[in-house]
C-alpha cells in the first residue's frame, strides 16, 4: 500500500484509482444512465471505497461531467477541427470530428451514454450544455467575425444539423441514413453546417 | 354497467374507456419512459382492468404505438404539410408544423416521452421510425421527383435537421438557441430543410 499524504492526493499515486474511477463510471453511466448511477455503484464497478470517489470527485454531477471531459479531452483538445485551417473549412473538419467520433465503436458508446442522460435528466443535460456546447462549439463561434449571440445561434444550428443526423442514424437508425456510405453523409452535411457559419441559407 | 358483446367491443362502448387508457398510456410513458411503464400501471391510472387495456391494444409495444399514433393522429392527418401547395414551400410548411408542435405545450409533452422512449429503447425507437419516419417522412420523400433511396435519404436529413434543432433548443435548452424568437429560427431553418429536400446545399 502506498503511503498516502494528507489533502488530494497526486493524480500519480493511488495506482491509477482516479482512472478506473472513471473507466467505471462512464460503463455505469452507459449501462444505466444518469439517474439511476451512484457514486456507490461507481466505486464498486472500479474496486475502490465510495468516499476515495468522493475524494477525487465530490457529487455524482461532478464525476458524470469529469468522465463526460475525458471521454472527450483528446479531441476537445485537438485543435484541428477550430484552429486547423481557414474558417471556411471548419464546416467540413466539424462534421468529420463528429462522425468520427460517432463512427469510432469506442467513443461511439460513452457518447450515447451522454446523449441518453441529457435528454432525460436536467443534471446531466446542464453538463452536456457546458462540455460539449460550450466548450467546442464556444470556440467556434469566437472565431466567426459577427456579434456575439449571432454567432452563437450560427453555430447551435450547425450543431442542431449534426446532432440530429447522429440522433437519426446512430440512434434512432432511420433508413436510408444508417446505412448510407460515411462520405455521402458527409459531402451532404458539411456543406449546410458550413452555410450555417457562414449565415448563408 | 353497460351489457358488453361478446368479441371487440365497439369504440363506442365503456365509456370512452379506450381513451381513457390511451390518455393514462401517454402519461404513464410521458412520466416514466417506455421501459418502467407497464400496462398494469397503464390500467390502474385509467381505472380499468389490465385485460381490458390487453383486449384493446395487445401488448404494451402496441399501446405505446397507439399513443403516440393518436398524440399526432390530428397532425400527420392533416395534408397541409405534404399536399399543402407547391413542392418549394414544403421545407417551411414542414418547418411550421414541427415547431408547431414544440411550442404547443399539450403537444410538447408527449413528444418530449416519445422522443426519450426513443433515445432510451430500441422499442420505442421502432415504433417511432414506423409512425413518425415513414409516415410523415414517406409521405414528402414521395412527392420528391428523383430516384427513391435518394428522396428517402435527403428528407432524412431535412429531418435530421429538425430533429437536432428541436432537441437543442427544447430538450438541451442550449442557448441563445433555446430563447431566440421562434420566426428567427423558422427563417434560418426553412431554407435549409427546403435545400435538403430540392438537393441544394
Redesign the interface.
Known amino acids: 500500500m502506498t503511503v498516502r499524504r494528507r489533502g488530494r492526493p497526486a493524480r500519480s499515486e493511488g495506482g491509477g484509482a482516479r482512472e478506473r474511477i472513471l473507466d467505471a463510471a462512464r460503463e455505469e453511466f452507459a449501462e444505466r444512465?444518469y439517474e439511476k448511477t451512484s457514486v456507490r455503484g461507481i466505486a464498486k464497478a472500479a474496486g475502490v471505497d465510495s468516499a476515495l470517489v468522493h475524494h477525487y470527485f465530490g457529487t455524482k454531477e461532478a464525476v458524470f461531467a469529469a468522465s463526460v471531459e475525458v471521454a472527450f479531452a483528446p479531441a476537445l483538445g485537438v485543435p484541428g477541427v477550430v484552429e486547423g485551417g481557414p474558417l471556411d473549412g471548419v464546416g467540413e473538419r466539424l462534421t468529420r470530428f463528429v462522425f468520427g467520433v460517432w463512427e469510432n465503436p469506442v467513443t461511439r458508446a460513452p457518447l450515447l451514454a451522454i446523449?441518453?442522460s441529457?435528454?432525460?435528466n436536467e443534471t446531466a443535460?446542464g453538463v452536456?450544455?457546458r462540455l460539449i456546447?460550450e466548450q467546442l462549439l464556444g470556440r467556434i463561434a469566437g472565431r466567426l467575425d459577427v456579434a456575439e449571440?449571432e454567432a452563437?445561434?450560427r453555430v447551435?444550428?450547425a450543431?442542431?444539423?449534426?446532432?440530429?443526423?447522429a440522433?437519426?442514424?446512430y440512434?434512432?437508425?432511420?433508413?436510408?441514413?444508417a446505412s448510407?456510405e460515411l462520405e455521402?453523409?458527409v459531402s451532404?452535411?458539411a456543406?449546410?453546417v458550413q452555410?450555417?457559419l457562414s449565415g448563408v441559407?
Do not use: C, W, Y
Open positions: 444512465g446523449v441518453r441529457a435528454v432525460n443535460a452536456f450544455r456546447v449571440g452563437e445561434l447551435s444550428l450543431a442542431a444539423q449534426l446532432v440530429g443526423t440522433m437519426l442514424r440512434v434512432i437508425k432511420v433508413e436510408p441514413l448510407a455521402d453523409v451532404r452535411i456543406p449546410v452555410g450555417h441559407q
